[in-house]
């Protein structure tokens, strides 16, 4: 395995951000990134690990957020000794500096991606930064987050969908946002399993509609998208956050090669109405 480059997001494969949701313990997610990035190799997909130290924005003051920043960047650095790419993500600005030193990508959380001084920080410190949009902000409007980061000088951006809130506790997905975001100029990953998240839906936890992860993972990557964000768990109705809206851990195989060929078809379809390329005249 190598470190995850910026023009991984440009190739004409789709980019994997994937793992659990919150660090349970070091062994779980040793055993998670071991598994999914066994599979991601196997449909040819660029893996990056993706993991929380800390869940700040959990909806219940009692509920499970992690092990916090210390022990979570240790158990991140022994992740990428291994050879893994990381992304994770900070939800202080001061978080930013500590959190680059053991990641390859800075994760903005959606609710978080309007702080003016978070952007900025993450973008000074080089490394690629993944902006999750809001769910109360428009497509068109995540551009000015991205402007944020890059006032640094770093262009390495990347943009996030995770669905817009649609009424009460319920998210829905406008596959025109897709192209608008990508209209910035930079890649665009479709994040299927918080579009799936029903905010505060259960009580003191969020619910979930897993049985869509999939049909709006195929819709974005026939729309067009440089990578797929999805939590994935071996247990998920004993996760300890978001188990509810997570693919389970025997669904991915399956999952991630209807998704290459999805992606494949459209690059060929692209292709074949190229002007000039080949085929009839």
């Keep these: 395995m190598s470190s995850i480059r910026f023009a991984d997001f440009g190739g004409p494969g789709l980019v994997l951000m994937a793992g ?30 993706k993991a929380s130290f800390d869940k700040a924005n959990r909806t219940s003051v ?35 500096a500590p959190v680059a030193e053991v990641v390859d990508i800075l994760q903005i959380p959606a609710f978080l991606c309007r702080q003016t001084d978070l952007l900025v920080e993450a973008g000074k410190t080089g490394r690629i930064v993944n902006v999750k949009k809001g769910q ?17 000088g770093n262009s390495q951006i990347v943009l996030t969908e995770r669905g817009s809130s649609f009424g009460y506790n319920n998210l829905v997905v406008d596959m025109r946002g897709l192209r608008i975001m990508a209209e910035t100029g930079y890649p665009v990953v479709f994040d299927a399993t918080h579009s799936v998240q029903i905010p505060s839906g259960a009580g003191g936890v969020s619910g979930g509609q897993p049985k869509f992860i999939e049909p709006l993972a195929s ?21 300890l956050s978001d188990g509810a809206n997570a693919l389970h851990l025997d669904l991915l195989p399956g999952f991630l090669r209807r998704l290459r060929l999805l992606n494949e078809a459209r690059l ?14």
């Design 219 to 239: 819709a974005a990557v026939a729309v067009g998208v440089n990578g797929i964000f999805v939590e994935v768990h071996d247990d998920p109705a004993n996760a």
């Design 62 to 96: 009692g509920n499970f957020r992690g092990p916090g920043l210390q022990e979570g960047l240790r158990i991140l650095a022994d992740m990428k000794s291994e050879g893994y790419s990381v992304v994770t993500d900070i939800h202080e600005a001061s978080q930013a």
């Design 20 to 49: 659990p949701c919150v660090i349970e313990s070091e062994e779980h997610v040793h055993k998670l990134g071991a598994a999914i990035s066994k599979i991601a190799a196997a449909e040819g997909f660029t893996y990056v690990f």
């Design 136 to 152: 109360f902000v428009a497509p068109h409007d995540i551009r000015h987050a991205a402007d944020k980061v890059a006032s640094t």
């Design 268 to 281: 060929a379809a692209e292709s074949s109405s190229t002007p000039g390329a080949g085929g009839a005249s």
